[in-house]
């Protein structure tokens, strides 16, 4: 009886001994998991927090390009798919529309040098009101008139009459997309959902502004701590130099 009691705790130990090495080893496993999952629950915050500042950015953007533009942060959103897919940048699109807001405005009184442009592609800068259109609606006019211009000499002087020098000539290929290819590519914009809401940008605007405020409020509080501590770390250096200086003697 003895020896079978012996032989079941020998048995026993031996089990114990091989559930305490696994139990040993799932819990190394666990803890390394545990440190990947930390890094990766890291990198993900890291990962949102890239992505929601970035959108900070471009919504602050757009909504100081719709500001300056009259035109839609919907529409300039869009616009910047199409003309990224052409070749060419929303700077540039922005720049050829600003220039083209002042040719339409010009052109509504009957002066201004592209009149002749505009009427040679037939395209109306007001509407039945005798309101002027909207920058993104005339541009899509004159891009579908243009195809309908065959010199590209001469395509590239009426683009460059309308939206300017610079920014004419470098918004052609997108103007080349005519008003149902531009058109598409904004619907595509939409789809993939590029397309910024006004009040989305609006919000953004707000962030931005209220995270420079928050900067500018460190800045000061920096400002007042150095103010502060400045002339006796003045002092201490002064006095450690002239301790050096004295050693060297």
Do not use: C, W, Y
Not at 2 to 20: H, N, Q
Not at 65 to 83: C, N, P, Q, W
């Amino acid at each position: 009886m003895a020896a079978r009691v012996e032989k079941m705790s020998v048995s026993l130990g031996l089990d114990m001994t091989e559930f305490k090495k696994g139990l040993n080893k799932a819990s190394q496993t666990l803890r390394s998991v545990g440190r990947k999952m930390s890094v990766a629950s890291a990198g993900i915050v890291a990962g949102f927090g890239a992505i929601i500042k970035r959108a900070a950015a471009t919504g602050d953007a757009f909504h100081k390009m719709s500001l300056r533009t009259g035109e839609t942060v919907e529409d300039l959103s869009a616009l910047k798919f199409a003309a990224e897919r052409s070749g060419t940048s929303i700077e540039t699109v922005e720049t050829g529309i600003l220039r083209l807001a002042r040719n339409m405005n010009d052109t509504a009184q009957g002066v201004g040098e592209a009149k002749d442009s505009f009427e040679r592609l037939g395209v109306k800068v007001t509407d039945a009101n005798g309101q002027l259109r909207s920058g993104t609606s005339v541009m899509l006019d004159v891009a579908e008139a243009l195809k309908m211009v065959e010199s590209d000499t001469e395509k590239a002087a009426i683009a460059a009459g309308i939206f300017g020098r610079s920014a004419g000539p470098a918004l052609l290929p997108l103007l080349k997309e005519g008003q149902g290819g531009i058109e598409a590519l904004m619907a595509k914009a939409r789809e993939l959902g590029g397309v910024m809401s006004t009040e989305m940008a609006a919000d953004a605007a707000a962030f931005e502004d209220a995270m420079t405020d928050m900067q500018t409020a460190m800045d000061g509080v920096g400002r007042e701590i150095a103010s502060g501590l400045l002339p006796k770390l003045t002092t201490m250096a002064t006095d450690v130099s002239e301790a050096f200086a004295n050693m060297s003697e």
